[in-house]
């Protein structure tokens, strides 16, 4: 993230990106929410990546630093909410379910942002109600920090199919996978196995996105079978990877 834009207001409204379009690094005074009607859209800061379909939205913490990335052609939908409106209560981004309901007011809401009508203001407190009920899932993909496990990551991020050990991958990075486990526990949150599969998901929506299908994805990102993909797609997303290319 070289340069970086400074918008004091949190956009809301709608805004079309082409498939492979971004939006680059910026940061604004204000919470956001930021929803992929249509299409997967990736969020990128300097401790990892977070990745929604159209069941999930993504949570921008007012004064961080983010990019946009649209895989497949996505209908983007931002709400700017001032500081003091955090329903989630959070200070960092974070993936969050939106059911039906939440899905339809956030179209809504964005259709005609300059409205500043009594009907407006109750369809901004609704929303806010059912993003206080709208429950985090573990769909991010943390950073590293330290060179030794940033090189294994990278080797992944590469080739998510690449099916070697942590001891393996330590072996070509040359460094100890003790140590690695160590460092994955300190700077990611989580296991190993636990950073590949979240990896592994992120890469299979974006090709999920682009058209890709099933079978081929779940070869790509290095599952042994298509009904094992389909069973931690299902798990993490709440919908099959087929109904997530018919339908998203």
């Known amino acids: 993230m070289s340069t970086i834009r400074h918008s004091p207001s949190a956009t809301t409204g709608i805004l079309p990106l082409p498939a492979g379009a971004g939006i680059d690094a910026h940061w604004h005074d204000e919470n956001q929410i930021v929803y992929a009607g249509r299409g997967v859209l990736a969020v990128?800061?300097?401790?990892?990546?977070w990745i929604a379909p159209a069941t999930r939205a993504i949570w921008i913490p007012a004064g961080t630093v983010h990019e946009h990335r649209a895989y497949g052609d996505t209908d983007l939908h931002l709400v700017g909410l001032?500081?003091?409106?955090?329903?989630?209560?959070?200070?960092?981004?974070?993936?969050?379910?939106v059911g039906p309901l939440l899905r339809e007011l956030i179209i809504a809401y964005t259709v005609q942002p300059a409205d500043r009508t009594a009907?407006?203001?109750?369809?901004?407190?609704?929303?806010?109600?059912?993003?206080?009920?709208?429950?985090?899932?573990?769909v991010h993909v943390p950073a590293a920090k330290d060179p030794r496990?940033?090189?294994?990551?990278?080797?992944?991020?590469?080739?998510?199919?690449?099916?070697?050990?942590?001891?393996?991958l330590g072996a070509a990075a040359g460094v100890s996978d003790r140590t690695l486990?160590?460092?994955?526990?300190?700077?990611?949150?989580?296991?190993?196995?636990?950073?590949?599969?979240?990896?592994?998901l992120h890469h299979a929506l974006r090709l999920l996105a682009e058209g890709s299908p099933v079978t081929a994805v779940a070869h790509q990102c290095g599952w042994a079978s298509s009904s094992a993909f389909i069973d931690v797609f299902r798990r993490a997303f709440g919908h099959t990877p087929g109904t997530h290319r018919t339908h998203y």
């Not at 990128?44 to 990546?49: L, P």
């Not at 001032?82 to 379910?97: E, G, R, T």
């Not at 486990?181 to 592994?200: D, I, K, N, V, Y």
């Open 44 to 49: 990128t800061t300097d401790a990892g990546s």
């Open 181 to 200: 486990t160590r460092l994955c526990r300190a700077e990611l949150g989580m296991s190993f196995p636990q950073w590949r599969t979240q990896l592994r």
């Open 149 to 168: 496990l940033v090189a294994v990551c990278a080797i992944l991020r590469d080739d998510p199919a690449d099916n070697r050990t942590l001891a393996q």
């Open 119 to 138: 009907e407006r203001r109750r369809l901004r407190a609704v929303l806010l109600d059912q993003l206080r009920h709208s429950a985090q899932q573990p």
């Open 82 to 97: 001032p500081v003091k409106d955090n329903p989630l209560s959070l200070d960092q981004p974070a993936v969050i379910s």
